[in-house]
């Protein structure tokens, strides 16, 4: 017996047993004998690392392997499997010669394709070879039935065929026409759900700390598996602090979307009549017996049991009686791979076979059911008026969930749940939210189109940036092949003004270079606000907001405020603000509170930074007017605190002040940028308390988070200005001087000197009005230092060169950045070779710490 070398593997938690019969598989190959393998598993319980961990360990032990990973995308392509194992198993120049032996063949490439499979195997019989399929159900039926050949002509040679698969392999073959002549003997393993121990040990593994139970609570809203549970432990790490109640709903967001992902790739893959009847169970529900489901999808009952089978092995169905979905609220998910048309003639048929309560019109309460037990709703400090705005919607909210009874077009439906959202945004924001949602799910379609791209802006505008951006990126995605690329560009400036306000991995990948034109007034909106936050291009900047503002007609509300706010740090302050009253006019006519509430907390801040405290409380209580506080989301209400700080600060209120601070005690994640604001708010509190110490940590806390999110313009925040003023005070006269000289030298290429200048002043003269010693005059000039080098080297790397490199720093591995931008893994490759050539660094370490040096240089 061969002996396998040492090897060590990253640990797969709860799938030991599993390994252990892979591993006594391998060592069958290396003493020649042939065996079949099939690892299943629902959605998310890990096949792929499994299937790979046993790839490497059978590279490790010297064998020939290879591999194919199967996707929705190359299900169409002819052999496109079977071409994966053939490159993976010979190098280029090894195809070359093994297609210049092939004799004579067919003018079609896929028959030369079919015969160097063949071939091959024959060649490989004096070896052992591992044959690896990843996601065998989403493989085209060509490569199918040229496996199933292969498998049976094993006897050549010592073959080891590895398969992984959610449905059954029977009936993955029987879908392809690929059923064998004979039965064959298999190796079956199952990968079940994680014990409550595994799951708990795998995140704590993860975070490198204990959890609350709460947080497997929130993972097993979607079921203990590791794809779930690795998600949310990333999501943990990335909130930079440790896990409360308010934390829970974006870890049960973060399960939900992992899982639902996972699962729609799955569906992709199903045979159509499986496909049938989930749907049909996403419209009857459980109200529908097993007899009438069947004849809702159009199965006779022999189809109908093999698809009840294949839905639970996928784990898409939960095991029950009559079948139901193992998580209602994947019954929106389900229903928005359907056309408008398709949708209700399901409903009209559930309803006739059933009566109308059999047929689920809306989904969004149940979609919040699991969460609302979970979820502590933010208290804060109410303005005067705010308690009014509850009791002046309830009559209208009455009506509208009426009319969603009402049988309506898809586009009227879509418009009244708009409606709805609007006024469920004062009493019952949650619900609010689940409703925009439910339009962005269920009801895409041209005709809709215009109201799916409102409930994006809409729910957006409620401040929630971590939800947007990966509800817009799955519509961006199923929108692709039903919405003109110039209907899209607006989503695409919403997806990335999400990205922004939140940060994260970029969710909607770069469109072609013909398509990110800022020719569209939106997308002209967002740069212009990226090159004010950055604090580049000022002309080009102003040239932008300005032509975006000019043709906002029909641009959303959201995209028009990031206008504004990038004349505002241009010191255009007259246009920025008339246009943030434009939006305010325009949002309050058309009922959107949230946005008017927007448009009116960047007019407080505003008037912050222009020193007005008075008119800045005036436009706080505006805001809170259109939109009680208690209904902001917890993701935007420290930059609604840090403003009334702020505000009352330069009124001289001081005492009320620190009671807001002490209120505002929503903690947001640790990347976002409304956490800046409310730490630079704190941070002045604090020297006007005399604690010079706490407020210099929270302004570098504050530039932290800033610089991470590439806000570098002063004009923003002028956290280094406040930061000098705490150096001076305990003693670092020379740190404070380099501070004021680094933040003038950004105002100075960024081309607002003088109204940065006045800014800084005012800033100054506020805290000396507070007792603050300020060591210099008010606005003194200090010379300035060399401009800081743009972080990502933009004249250096193409666009495709920096989304390639962006990932890489995210911390992506090739084939997950081959995945995100739908490239092939050869193809990032080369650009990461690039880049590595243009930036003279070696390697992908090296790459990492240069570009995030350059970042936090930036």
């Not at 709703?377 to 309830?394: L, M, Q």
């Not at 947001?668 to 409304?674: I, K, N």
Request: proline residues 6%; aromatic residues 2%; glycine residues 6%.
């Amino acid at each position: 017996m061969t002996t396998t070398p040492a090897f060590a593997p990253a640990q797969l938690v709860g799938r030991q047993a599993v390994l252990e019969t892979l591993d006594a598989l391998v060592h069958r190959l290396q003493d020649g004998v042939s065996d079949i393998a099939i690892v299943a598993g629902p959605v998310g319980s890990g096949r792929s690392a499994v299937l790979e961990r046993a790839v490497d360990r059978a590279r490790a032990s010297g064998l020939a392997v290879g591999v194919a990973r199967c996707s929705p995308r190359e299900s169409q392509v002819p052999y496109g499997a079977i071409t994966q194992l053939v490159g993976t198993l010979c190098r280029p120049s090894g195809i070359s010669a093994l297609a210049s032996g092939l004799g004579p063949t067919s003018s079609r490439p896929t028959d030369t394709v079919a015969r160097m499979g063949d071939m091959l195997l024959t060649l490989s019989a004096g070896r052992p070879v591992l044959l690896a399929v990843d996601d065998l159900h989403l493989a085209d039926p060509h490569s199918l039935r040229r496996l199933v050949d292969l498998i049976h002509r094993t006897r050549q040679g010592a073959v080891l065929a590895l398969v992984t698969s959610p449905v059954p392999v029977r009936q993955v073959l029987d879908a392809a026409g690929a059923r064998p002549a004979a039965p064959f003997p298999v190796h079956s393993l199952r990968l079940d759900p994680l014990t409550t121990v595994e799951a708990q040990g795998l995140v704590e593994s993860c975070v490198g700390h204990p959890v609350q139970r709460s947080v497997l609570t929130a993972a097993a809203v979607a079921g203990r598996y590791p794809a779930v549970l690795h998600a949310v432990a990333e999501r943990i790490n990335a909130l930079g602090r440790p896990v409360d109640t308010e934390a829970v709903p974006q870890l049960i967001a973060t399960a939900r979307t992992t899982w639902s992902s996972r699962a729609l790739t799955t569906v992709q893959g199903l045979p159509k009549g499986v496909v049938a009847l989930l749907r049909a169970t996403a419209v009857g529900g459980h109200q529908l017996e097993p007899a009438r489901l069947a004849a809702l999808a159009g199965l006779d009952a022999t189809a109908f049991a093999d698809a009840v089978d294949a839905l639970r092995a996928c784990g898409l169905l939960a095991d029950t009686d009559t079948p139901r979905l193992r998580h209602p609220w994947f019954a929106d998910d389900v229903l928005a791979g359907m056309t408008g048309p398709e949708r209700n003639r399901l409903r009209r048929r559930a309803a006739s076979l059933h009566g109308q309560e059999g047929s689920r019109v809306g989904t969004a309460d149940e979609m919040l059911g699991e969460v609302t037990s979970l979820v502590r709703p933010w208290t804060a400090s109410p303005f005067a008026a705010a308690a009014h705005a509850r009791h002046a919607v309830d009559l209208t909210t009455a009506t509208l969930r009426h009319s969603l009874t009402e049988p309506v077009t898809e586009t009227e439906r879509a418009r009244r749940l708009i409606r709805l959202a609007a006024a469920e945004a004062v009493t019952a924001p949650q619900a609010s939210d689940g409703r925009l949602r439910q339009v962005m799910l269920r009801h895409l379609s041209r005709e809709t189109w215009p109201h799916v791209l409102n409930a994006a802006d809409l729910l957006l505008s409620r401040g929630d940036a971590e939800t947007a951006r990966w509800v817009i990126a799955d519509l961006h995605y199923r929108a692709l092949t039903k919405i003109p690329d110039d209907e899209l560009r607006p989503l695409r400036a919403l997806g990335r003004l999400a990205h922004k306000e939140k940060g994260g991995l970029p969710l909607v990948a770069p469109p072609p270079p013909r398509s990110d034109r800022p020719g569209d007034p939106a997308q002209s909106a967002v740069l212009a606000w990226t090159l004010a936050t950055r604090g580049d291009e000022r002309a080009q900047a102003l040239e932008l907001a300005r032509r975006a503002l000019d043709e906002s007609a029909s641009m959303p509300f959201m995209c028009r405020i990031a206008a504004a706010r990038a004349l505002l740090c241009a010191d255009d302050v007259p246009t920025a603000l008339d246009r943030l009253d434009s939006v305010v006019a325009d949002a309050r006519s058309d009922n959107a509170r949230a946005a008017a509430a927007q448009a009116l907390l960047s007019r407080a801040e505003a008037d912050v930074l222009l020193g007005r405290g008075e008119e800045a409380l005036c436009h706080l209580n505006a805001a809170a007017r259109a939109l009680p506080p208690a209904s902001w989301h917890s993701l935007l209400a420290p930059r609604l605190a840090a403003a009334e700080i702020l505000a009352l600060v330069r009124c001289g209120r001081v005492d009320e002040a620190r009671l807001a601070s002490e209120r505002a005690r929503i903690r947001p994640e640790g990347h976002s940028v409304t956490t800046a604001c409310l730490l630079y708010a704190r941070a002045e509190l604090a020297l006007i308390d005399r604690d010079a110490a706490r407020g210099l940590l929270l302004l570098e806390e504050c530039g932290r988070v800033l610089r991470a999110k590439r806000w570098r313009n002063p004009m923003l925040i002028p956290w280094r200005s406040t930061a000098a003023v705490a150096h001076h005070l305990l003693g670092a006269p020379a740190t404070a001087d380099e501070l004021l000289a680094k933040e003038r030298a950004v105002a100075e290429r960024w081309g607002t000197v003088s109204a940065f200048t006045a800014l800084r002043a005012r800033t100054h003269e506020t805290l000396a009005r507070h007792g603050v010693e300020i060591p210099w005059t008010p606005g003194r000039d200090r010379p300035p230092t060399e401009p800081d080098e743009a972080a990502w080297e933009e004249g250096l790397l193409t666009p495709s060169e920096r989304d390639v490199a962006a990932l890489v720093v995210e911390g992506l591995a090739n084939r997950e950045i081959s995945r995100l931008l739908g490239l092939a893994t050869r193809t990032v490759e080369l650009r990461l070779t690039n880049v590595y050539r243009k930036l003279g660094v070696k390697g992908r370490a090296a790459l990492v710490a240069h570009l995030r040096a350059r970042q936090e240089d930036g």
